[in-house]
């Protein structure tokens, strides 16, 4: 019998494709699209409804009227977003997570999907191969809710036996979403602005590293880790993942392989002391080994493929973000 399933926040970076891979899964009648305004989740095909995870008697009505008994919660505020606002950051990440977990016990709700973040770490973190098991002293709002929030899924594990499972997720990289307010969406920009005007100007240094992913792969990490048996998930925290690791500079050469006369340039703005709070890479082995997690794309692969579906897409020749610094969020 397949899952009755609900997604929040289904018309953000994650949710938008992580909705379409689901009903392709379990069948479109079988997942249920939520977000907090209509007209954002209409870019969502299927079975939609409006909803505000900040009103927990909402999240309840939503889970009986479609006897959902599991849930994908990636309704939140990004790191950048959160570091502009910090207490909507700590209002909706903490306040909307809380009632969800609180509903799915009430419920009875089999599993839920948390994602959480290298956020987690600070600067004290292993730069290298950051370990699953080490300080987490964020130094950003986005990081300490996603700290907070890995502590609080543990204790809804501990105190009511809620399945709650979570990924570490790095910097993703998305052909279909616009960015979303975070750190890393640079890796995304990028592509847009080397199709569109040939050039960029980003808001990292030029050698500064970070985790990355491809969206198709993050995607594998939610539902592989929500269809392992629960023997093999140890932590109701976050897993670690990891795909790959590049520098600013080593992603816009990989570019300029496929894009003749792009030219990158560097102009750090507030986000590069997040960036720089940040591991270089990531150490997963805890996922791979406990549920069998493995990435598909490596750098070069992800590039390829990323120009060849902006390439295919009308819109993507249109001019959607500027080439200076501070143009978006």
Known sequence: MSPRIMVTGAAGQIGSELVVALRKNYGDGNIIATDKAVTRAQVVPGVLEQLDVMHLSSVERAIRAHKVDTIYHLAAILSAVGEANPDLAWDINMGGLKNILDASVRLGVRRVFWPSSIGVFGPDAPK?????ETALNPTTMYGVTKVAGELLCEYYWLKHGLDVRSVRY??????????GGGTTDYAVEIFYSAIQTGQYTCFLGKDTILPMMYMP?????????????????KLHRGYNIAAFSFSAGELAAEIAKHVPGFRAFYAPDSRQAIADS??????????????????????????ADMLVRLRRRPSAGEKTFNSTVGSVH
């Open 170 to 179: 790095p910097g993703l990289i998305s052909s279909e979403a616009k960015p």
């Open 278 to 303: 940040w591991p270089r890479s990531i150490d997963d082995s805890s996922a791979r080994g406990d549920w069998g997690w493995k990435e598909e794309y490596d750098m070069p692969g992800m590039v």
């Open 217 to 233: 792969d993050a995607l594998r990490a939610a539902m592989g880790i929500m269809e392992a048996d629960a023997a093999r998930v």
């Open 128 to 132: 290298v191969k950051a370990p699953q």
